[in-house]
């Protein structure tokens, strides 16, 4: 239990669900359980969903996952709920995930904010599905290897938060092109994340062992041909050392095209950044 809660339920007993949200507010706690704020309240557990009801009615108050409460501070009330990034640590702390904030969504916490992302994408060490909360839209994509990949730390409201690297992004982006809007898009991202501030090549090379070989390619070719980078011969050469077929530069387009033999990948499809 909260200590906070135990403190109150101490020296001041119960207090009315009416009174909740500007409780929780008043003292800090951004996030409560089913089971805590049944004894906040005084309640068994089944009747906390009754009794949240008619806050949750005036956006007071959200359940973005079973068994959660977040209280809405009165600035994002018009939202319906606190933005994504002040809400995802108590969601993945309660469902037991690790996780980290990734592709578009960190892209633009890492000054990549040419397209504001509409959805706030997340990876996650088990299956999750979409959710949403006010203006906020979440993807989940579970990934196996989140505890080998370099992470940063970055302060909300409510915490601490893990993003993925400027590394770490950019491999993801190479990898999963699907996932930010395609090979075009990728490109942008690819340009800004450079241009925002150098990549840590050595970094990128080591981190790219834990990723497809395609993946390291389509990055080394983008940042190559789109971006003012260079000394990129540390990433080749970390490439050149898996020794496997041709990559697809568009892994959605046709095999087709004229092969870049300096990252063995085909570039089956013209790329047209727009930034």
């Known amino acids: 239990m909260n200590n906070i809660i135990e403190a109150q339920l101490n020296n001041a007993g119960r207090i009315k669900a009416s009174e909740s949200v500007n409780w929780m507010l008043a003292h800090g706690i951004s996030s409560i359980t089913t089971h805590d704020l049944a004894s906040l309240l005084g309640i068994s557990k089944?009747?906390?969903?009754?009794?949240?009801?008619?806050?949750?009615?005036?956006?007071?108050?959200?359940?973005?996952?079973?068994?959660?409460?977040?209280?809405?501070?009165?600035?994002?009330?018009?939202?319906?709920?606190?933005?994504?990034?002040?809400?995802?640590?108590?969601?993945?702390?309660?469902?037991?995930?690790?996780?980290?904030?990734?592709?578009?969504?960190?892209?633009?916490?890492?000054?990549?904010?040419?397209?504001?992302?509409?959805?706030?994408?997340?990876?996650?060490?088990?299956?999750?599905?979409?959710?949403?909360?006010?203006?906020?839209r979440f993807q989940f994509f579970h990934r196996e290897h989140i505890k080998q990949v370099s992470l940063i730390q970055v302060e909300t409201k409510s915490g601490m938060v893990p993003v993925s690297s400027r590394e770490t992004t950019l491999l993801d982006v190479a990898n999963d092109v699907g996932i930010v809007g395609g090979i075009d898009n990728a490109a942008n991202l690819v340009i800004e994340l450079c241009e925002a501030s150098e990549p840590d090549l050595e970094a990128l090379a080591a981190l790219s062992?834990?990723?497809?070989?395609?993946?390291?390619?389509?990055?080394?070719?983008?940042?190559?041909?789109?971006?003012?980078?260079?000394?990129?011969?540390?990433?080749?050469?970390?490439?050149?050392?898996?020794?496997?077929?041709?990559?697809?530069?568009?892994?959605?387009?046709?095999?087709?095209?004229?092969?870049?033999?300096?990252?063995?990948?085909?570039?089956?499809?013209?790329?047209?950044?727009?930034?």
């Open 46 to 136: 089944n009747h906390v969903p009754q009794r949240m009801a008619p806050l949750k009615q005036r956006r007071e108050i959200i359940s973005p996952v079973q068994g959660l409460w977040v209280p809405v501070p009165p600035e994002y009330m018009t939202w319906g709920a606190p933005p994504a990034i002040d809400v995802i640590d108590a969601m993945m702390r309660h469902l037991k995930s690790d996780y980290y904030i990734g592709w578009l969504s960190a892209a633009e916490l890492l000054g990549a904010s040419h397209h504001a992302p509409q959805v706030f994408q997340v990876a996650t060490s088990r299956a999750i599905r979409a959710k949403s909360t006010g203006r906020s």
């Open 209 to 275: 062992a834990h990723y497809p070989v395609t993946a390291v390619r389509r990055l080394g070719y983008l940042i190559e041909n789109f971006s003012e980078t260079t000394g990129l011969n540390i990433l080749r050469t970390a490439s050149a050392m898996r020794n496997v077929s041709v990559s697809l530069l568009d892994p959605q387009a046709e095999s087709r095209g004229y092969v870049d033999t300096g990252w063995n990948i085909k570039i089956n499809r013209e790329v047209s950044p727009d930034v």
